[in-house]
């Protein structure tokens, strides 16, 4: 459908035109400008939502300072454009034209027109007056004209230059090629060329003759730029990249944040901070954007972590719809502590579960228990071990294949388990006893057996990482987690399936909870059982039932003779992994959160399951301010019904929210559509296109294979976000605006005293 021009006598449509044409914004201030500069009076009482969805103006009534084109093949509005061009006078001499409404002004409104828009362009922009007859007042808004001071021949040279290493940055970034190459101490007075330095003379011998004019007469043996202007430029690339990032994210309106547990980047601890949104085509994406500092007290990280996301970042936390959050247990206390201040702010911000991270192996990594952070790390380090050598994953096998040669089908079972990611499922633990005895009689035959030709440093892996198995601590451990997360397995694996199961789940926490109580009402005669358990597998490995030698050595002179091994595991683990999964549930499972999860009814296949007898519109009141026409909302849903219940027989009904959002006629049921799109955005709900969530996994991918004494966050960003689009005229622009002014950018001119300073 073509869009048309909504500008009094313009007749251009999309269709006919290869201008842009934007939508009015849903700022209700400057919608009202948009409006008044338009003059069309019928207009005036439609609200900015309305405008938004069904008014558009095309880019020649706005002037070209106001549009960005950051590309060849988009062209965007600066965040504070106004149309101020139009014909308002032609329809004089051809009355029957006149198709749009045309609102007449007063003197003293086309005074107070002219005054913003002076107030609106740059102070050095020609400021034309309006002559006093009737054809000229009725025009009210007067072009004006960008006075631009060409550039010098030397201001035209080092902007080519900053170019060249803007693109060597990004080169570097996409390619994951440190800066300063190969860490290593040289003595006093010596120079050695970093991989900037290199990339820099390898482009110069390969003819870059604006390179080559700037250091032709500069010696080899000087820093060509230096590491401060480095780290700027780096900071002017990141800063553009996720804003192209972002862009998008502003475009969608709703968003979600997810925020990974932390990792070691430049030096301390970040968490990866990723958005998920719905874009032009409908599609659920989650992109990362960047990294957070966490090393600092839970109200300054609150603090500072709503600062960023909203000054230097420029996200409206106002349309956050979901807050998630992945890490370990000291991590996560402050992170519940950012999310309720959060949510105290922004009540909207629904506090829930990451999809891509399982509740049994969130609850795990959230336990405020010593030993299960260790525990999980050891699972992670056997998985990459076997992973990494696949000649040990066939010796593995053929274990497994010894130890279950009467359970074909187990056998078969785990065999499947060590090619997957096993040690994030929802049944992890499970996996791991079973798979116990057969890690151990491995790693022991690789240290043990000659015939393996493993190197020093395998055998040494395999000797640590068997001792760490070996041990009744890690033993007791990974079996009461098995059992005390028996409990939400089932739960767990709903949350991550398919939308019907999602909701089913919503409903069934009050019975996870009820089983979790009883649980802990009678820990005593559930952690005999366990402790059994664990004292069972323990033998069969030949492995010694004692106190943990950590415990042991700190109360060596004040240990009672009466205090038994289990009873110690009693009270240090099993009591306090009980109350954390209750808390947790609780915590996260908030009243808000199931009412989102139960407004998954509105999926056609959860209504034909539930024979088109449900009741939204309770659940849906935390929603109402995102509607478009609220008050339509109960009819609009019995449409909805009725349209599916009486569905022809070789219609299916859509399954997810996916499918519901790409139905031809969705748009015909403006509310529901706004519900589903901001329900698909939350954190809990699985994105069901792998390649929209390729964020992630390019994160993990920099991450194994960067060492941490080169890993870079803005590096980082450009690394996994290589098919962002970039601007270079953009990056020097920024950068000589942020740092002309303070001398910095003399630093791009190289001398022997920029070579000494660093």
């Given at each position: 459908?073509p869009?048309f021009c909504?500008a009094?006598?313009?007749t ?8 842009a044409?934007?939508?009015f914004?849903?700022?209700p201030?400057?919608c009202q400008?948009?409006v008044?500069?338009c003059r069309?009076?019928?207009?005036e ?11 558009r103006?095309c880019?020649?009534h706005?002037e070209?300072?106001m ?6 093949y988009r062209?965007v ?5 106004v ?7 032609s329809?004089l001499?051809?009355p029957g ?7 007449e002004?007063t003197?003293?409104e086309?005074k107070t027109?002219?005054?913003r ?8 922009q020609a ?5 006093n007859?009737d054809?000229?007042?009725q ?6 004209v960008?006075?631009?001071?060409p ?8 902007k ?5 290493l803007?693109d060597?940055?990004?080169l ?9 190459g ?12 970093d ?10 011998n390969?003819g870059d003759e604006i390179?080559?004019?700037?250091f032709e007469?500069?010696?080899?043996n000087l820093e060509?730029c230096?590491?401060v202007?480095?780290?700027q430029?780096?900071d002017?690339c ?7 990032v972002?862009?998008e ?7 979600s944040l ?12 970040h968490?990866?901070v990723?958005?998920?949104?719905i874009?032009e085509?409908?599609?659920l ?5 960047g990294?957070l500092?966490?090393?600092t007290e839970?109200e300054?990280l ?7 996301i909203?000054e230097?970042w420029?996200?409206?936390m106002?349309y956050c719809?979901?807050?998630?959050y992945?890490a370990?247990?000291?991590?996560f206390?402050k ?14 911000a629904?506090y829930?579960?990451c999809s891509a ?9 959230s336990t405020p228990v010593t030993?299960?952070s260790?525990?999980?790390g050891?699972?992670e380090d056997?998985d990459?071990?076997f992973k990494e050598?696949?000649?040990?994953r066939v010796e593995?096998?053929n ?5 279950y ?5 187990r056998?078969?079972f785990?065999k499947?388990?060590i090619k997957?990611d096993?040690?994030?499922?929802h049944d ?5 006893v079973?798979l116990?005895?057969?890690f151990?009689l491995c790693?022991d035959?690789?240290?043990?057996d000659?015939t393996?030709k493993?190197n020093?440093?395998i055998t ?8 760490a198995?070996s041990?009744f601590d890690?033993i007791?451990?990974?079996v009461?987690l098995?059992?005390?997360l028996?409990?939400t397995r089932a739960?767990g694996k709903n ?7 999602v909701?089913s789940?919503a409903?069934s926490l ?6 979790l ?5 009678n820990?005593?005669v559930?952690h005999?059982?366990?402790?059994e358990e664990?004292?069972n597998?323990a033998?069969?490995l030949?492995?010694?039932v004692?106190?943990p030698?950590?415990?042991r050595?700190m109360q060596?002179?004040?240990?009672q003779?009466?205090?038994?091994t289990?009873n110690?595991?009693k009270?240090?683990l099993?009591?306090?992994?009980i ?5 947790g549930l ?8 199931l009412k989102a999860?139960?407004?998954?009814s509105?999926v ?8 088109f007898?449900t009741?939204?519109e309770?659940?849906t009141?935390?929603y109402k301010c995102d ?7 109960s ?7 009725v349209?599916w ?10 399954s997810?929210i996916?499918?519901?959002?790409h ?7 403006p509310?529901?559509?706004?519900l589903?799109?901001?329900?698909c ?7 069901e296109?792998?390649?929209y ?11 194994d294979?960067t060492p941490k004494?080169w890993?870079s966050s803005?590096?980082?960003l450009?690394?996994i976000n290589?098919?962002a689009k970039?601007?270079?005229d953009?990056?020097v622009?920024?950068?000589i ?5 303070k ?5 791009v001119v ?5 070579s000494?300073?660093?």
């Amino acid at each position: 459908m073509p869009n048309f021009c909504a500008a009094p006598n313009c007749t251009r449509k999309s269709t006919q035109s290869d201008l842009a044409f934007f939508r009015f914004p849903r700022e209700p201030g400057r919608c009202q400008k948009w409006v008044e500069n338009c003059r069309r009076s019928d207009l005036e009482d439609k609200t900015p939502d309305q405008l938004n969805k069904h008014y558009r103006l095309c880019a020649q009534h706005f002037e070209d300072s106001m549009i960005c084109r950051s590309s060849p093949y988009r062209t965007v509005l600066r965040e504070n454009a106004v149309p101020t061009i139009f014909d308002l006078t032609s329809h004089l001499s051809n009355p029957g034209r006149r198709r749009k409404r045309i609102k007449e002004l007063t003197e003293e409104e086309i005074k107070t027109l002219k005054e913003r828009k002076l107030d609106a362009v740059v102070p050095d922009q020609a400021n034309h007056t309006t002559s006093n007859n009737d054809v000229q007042v009725q025009t009210v808004v007067v072009e004006f004209v960008e006075e631009t001071t060409p550039l010098t021949q030397e201001e035209k040279e080092n902007k080519d230059y900053l170019k060249s290493l803007f693109d060597i940055l990004i080169l570097m970034g996409k390619q994951n090629i440190p800066l300063e190459g190969d860490i290593c101490e040289l003595p006093k007075g010596l120079f050695s060329p970093d991989n900037f330095q290199a990339l820099l003379e390898y482009r110069i011998n390969s003819g870059d003759e604006i390179l080559r004019k700037r250091f032709e007469m500069t010696a080899v043996n000087l820093e060509y730029c230096s590491r401060v202007q480095q780290k700027q430029m780096l900071d002017v690339c990141e800063s553009c990249i996720r804003e192209e990032v972002l862009r998008e994210v502003r475009d969608a309106r709703f968003f979600s944040l997810i925020i990974e547990d932390a990792v070691d980047i430049s030096g301390g601890a970040h968490s990866p901070v990723f958005t998920r949104f719905i874009d032009e085509a409908n599609n659920l994406r989650e992109e990362f954007i960047g990294f957070l500092p966490c090393e600092t007290e839970a109200e300054i990280l609150a603090l500072n972590f709503h600062t960023t996301i909203t000054e230097k970042w420029g996200l409206n936390m106002e349309y956050c719809r979901g807050q998630a959050y992945v890490a370990s247990s000291q991590l996560f206390s402050k992170m519940k502590i950012v999310a309720s201040r959060l949510i105290e702010k922004y009540p909207h911000a629904t506090y829930t579960l990451c999809s891509a991270c399982s509740l049994n192996i969130w609850l795990a990594k959230s336990t405020p228990v010593t030993g299960v952070s260790v525990i999980l790390g050891a699972l992670e380090d056997v998985d990459s071990f076997f992973k990494e050598y696949p000649q040990l994953r066939v010796e593995l096998e053929n274990t497994i294949t010894l130890l279950y040669k009467d359970n074909e089908e187990r056998c078969a079972f785990l065999k499947e388990m060590i090619k997957s990611d096993w040690v994030s499922r929802h049944d992890t633990f499970e996996i791991i006893v079973s798979l116990l005895e057969s890690f151990v009689l491995c790693l022991d035959k690789i240290v043990c057996d000659t015939t393996f030709k493993c190197n020093t440093k395998i055998t040494s892996r395999a000797f640590i990482l068997s001792s760490a198995l070996s041990d009744f601590d890690f033993i007791i451990t990974v079996v009461i987690l098995k059992n005390a997360l028996s409990f939400t397995r089932a739960f767990g694996k709903n949350l991550q399936g398919q939308t019907l199961d999602v909701f089913s789940a919503a409903n069934s926490l009050t019975a996870v909870l009820h089983a979790l109580n009883e649980v802990m009402e009678n820990i005593e005669v559930y952690h005999e059982f366990w402790f059994e358990e664990a004292v069972n597998l323990a033998t069969k490995l030949d492995v010694q039932v004692k106190l943990p030698g950590r415990f042991r050595r700190m109360q060596h002179t004040n240990l009672q003779p009466d205090f038994t091994t289990e009873n110690f595991y009693k009270e240090a683990l099993s009591i306090p992994t009980i109350q954390h999964i209750i808390q947790g549930l609780k915590d996260v499972f908030s009243e808000q959160h199931l009412k989102a999860l139960r407004c998954l009814s509105l999926v056609p296949s959860v209504m034909g399951q539930l024979k088109f007898s449900t009741s939204e519109e309770h659940n849906t009141d935390m929603y109402k301010c995102d509607l478009p026409n609220p008050d339509t909302l109960s009819a609009e849903l019995h449409c909805w019904r009725v349209k599916w219940k009486h569905r022809g027989k070789d219609v299916d009904l859509p399954s997810n929210i996916y499918e519901s959002l790409h139905l031809s006629d969705i748009k015909f049921f403006p509310n529901v559509y706004a519900l589903l799109k901001v329900l698909c955005i939350l954190p809990v709900i699985k994105v069901e296109n792998e390649k929209y969530e390729i964020g992630r996994k390019r994160l993990k991918a920099y991450l194994d294979n960067t060492p941490k004494v080169w890993r870079s966050s803005q590096l980082a960003l450009l690394n996994i976000n290589y098919d962002a689009k970039h601007d270079l005229d953009l990056m020097v622009d920024t950068y000589i605006n942020m740092y002309a002014d303070k001398g910095e950018l003399q630093e791009v001119v190289p001398n022997s005293e920029i070579s000494e300073e660093s």
